[in-house]
């Protein structure tokens, strides 16, 4: 008999497909198995599109079903949101038994189906591979249980611990410290993300469209803080490739794919506060060093990349410095990628 862990693992696999895809919903897996035999499986694809439960369940025999166990790495859900509950359509298909890694800590649910199950005769078993499953859903848990989103750092420095060479007034434009290999590595972790931000320096001197251009992904929703709104409309960031949000001290106003955000302060903890009104459960952050050092001095930052290319700029901008070890550290191609987790 294949047990139950064997087949969270499943869910967890095919709950990882949807990621930067569905959120601010979380990554949910599901499979249907009847007498040892995996009779049905499903993810959630897409934000707005139908739960990993309905694509699990579709098309199956309610005679069967009745006989079957559901495995979901989620609580499935009590409460009518963008689809009906899924709760109600595992009550409806009267499904033998139910097991679950971890209850949704989303206000809305947070252990509604699982009372709703149980109330339905309905045997629920909870708590396989609870871990694994709040891993891989850690923006979304964190964005619940902290009330703000999960912060990933990123910048790149050089040997010597430069993020930029010296510059003079009129040099513009990105210096190029990592691999082209680590470039499009970036631009993945960006796909991965609802959100990217940068602050007004890092757009005057390098014009990045902050977009995914090297990968196939959707491309995430661009942050800028400009706190009294100086940049002219002629950057990248101002187009219409991504929905952007402006967060600034003078105004609110929508335009277009423009958000304008008022804030009473620009610092990190109002930043994040902003981002979670929202509904933005993750960022990774690529301003330059005052944004940065921001967050670090707020101790607001859940992880940071650090990659270190193969050159020496001698002098410069001087990278972020973290007083800790490295959790992990890994050659990519010709840079040094570190890791840093801060739990």
Same mark, same amino acid.
């Given at each position: 008999?294949?047990?139950?862990?064997?087949?969270?693992?499943?869910?967890?696999?095919?709950?990882?497909?949807?990621?930067?895809?569905?959120?601010?919903?979380?990554?949910?897996?599901?499979?249907?198995?009847?007498?040892?035999?995996?009779?049905?499986?499903?993810?959630?694809?897409?934000?707005?599109?139908?739960?990993?439960?309905?694509?699990?369940?579709?098309?199956?025999?309610?005679?069967?079903?009745?006989?079957? $166990?559901?495995?979901?790495? %989620?609580?499935?859900?009590?409460? +009518? /949101? !963008?689809? @009906?509950?899924?709760?109600? =359509?595992?009550?409806?298909?009267?499904?033998?038994?139910?097991?679950?890694?971890?209850?949704?800590?989303?206000?809305?649910?947070?252990?509604?189906?699982?009372?709703?199950?149980?109330?339905?005769?309905?045997?629920?078993?909870?708590?396989?591979?609870?871990?694994?499953?709040?891993?891989?859903?850690?923006?979304?848990?964190?964005?619940?249980?902290?009330?703000?989103?999960?912060?990933?750092?990123?910048?790149?420095?050089?040997?010597?611990?430069?993020?930029?060479?010296?510059?003079?007034?009129?040099?513009?434009?990105?210096?190029?410290?990592?691999?082209?290999?680590?470039?499009?590595?970036?631009?993945?972790?960006?796909?991965?993300?609802?959100?990217?931000?940068?602050?007004?320096?890092?757009?005057? $001197?390098?014009?990045?469209? %902050?977009?995914?251009?090297?990968? +196939? /992904? !959707?491309? @995430?929703?661009?942050?800028? =803080?400009?706190?009294?709104?100086?940049?002219?409309?002629?950057?990248?960031?101002?187009?219409?490739?991504?929905?952007?949000?402006?967060?600034?001290?003078?105004?609110?106003?929508?335009?277009?794919?423009?958000?304008?955000?008022?804030?009473?302060?620009?610092?990190?903890?109002?930043?994040?506060?902003?981002?979670?009104?929202?509904?933005?459960?993750?960022?990774?952050?690529?301003?330059?060093?005052?944004?940065?050092?921001?967050?670090?001095?707020?101790?607001?930052?859940?992880?940071?990349?650090?990659?270190?290319?193969?050159?020496?700029?001698?002098?410069?901008?001087?990278?972020?410095?973290?007083?800790?070890?490295?959790?992990?550290?890994?050659?990519?191609?010709?840079?040094?990628?570190?890791?840093?987790?801060?739990?």
């Amino acid at each position: 008999m294949i047990s139950d862990e064997v087949y969270m693992k499943r869910c967890l696999d095919l709950a990882s497909r949807g990621k930067g895809l569905v959120a601010p919903n979380p990554m949910v897996g599901a499979l249907v198995v009847c007498e040892d035999q995996i009779i049905g499986e499903g993810y959630h694809q897409q934000f707005g599109g139908p739960h990993a439960e309905v694509h699990a369940l579709q098309g199956l025999d309610d005679d069967v079903l009745k006989r079957s $166990t559901l495995y979901v790495n %989620l609580e499935p859900c009590a409460h +009518h /949101g !963008k689809t @009906p509950p899924c709760a109600d =359509l595992i009550v409806q298909k009267q499904l033998k038994r139910v097991v679950i890694a971890c209850q949704d800590s989303y206000s809305e649910v947070a252990g509604k189906g699982i009372e709703k199950l149980i109330r339905h005769g309905i045997k629920v078993h909870g708590g396989v591979l609870e871990q694994e499953s709040r891993e891989l859903n850690k923006r979304f848990f964190h964005f619940h249980e902290q009330k703000r989103p999960y912060v990933i750092l990123k910048w790149a420095q050089s040997l010597d611990g430069f993020m930029d060479a010296e510059r003079n007034d009129t040099e513009k434009g990105p210096i190029w410290i990592s691999s082209p290999e680590s470039q499009v590595l970036s631009h993945h972790w960006r796909s991965e993300e609802q959100a990217i931000l940068i602050g007004r320096n890092t757009l005057e $001197t390098d014009d990045p469209s %902050l977009t995914v251009r090297r990968v +196939h /992904g !959707k491309n @995430p929703i661009r942050v800028l =803080l400009d706190s009294k709104l100086s940049v002219a409309g002629h950057y990248q960031l101002f187009n219409d490739e991504a929905p952007t949000l402006i967060l600034n001290q003078l105004k609110d106003e929508i335009s277009g794919n423009m958000k304008y955000m008022k804030l009473p302060a620009m610092s990190a903890e109002k930043v994040l506060e902003a981002l979670y009104q929202e509904n933005i459960q993750s960022v990774i952050i690529e301003g330059g060093q005052q944004v940065l050092n921001s967050f670090i001095s707020e101790n607001l930052w859940n992880e940071a990349r650090v990659i270190t290319g193969p050159v020496k700029l001698k002098q410069g901008l001087p990278a972020p410095v973290l007083q800790r070890i490295p959790d992990h550290s890994e050659k990519h191609f010709n840079d040094r990628i570190h890791r840093f987790f801060n739990t």
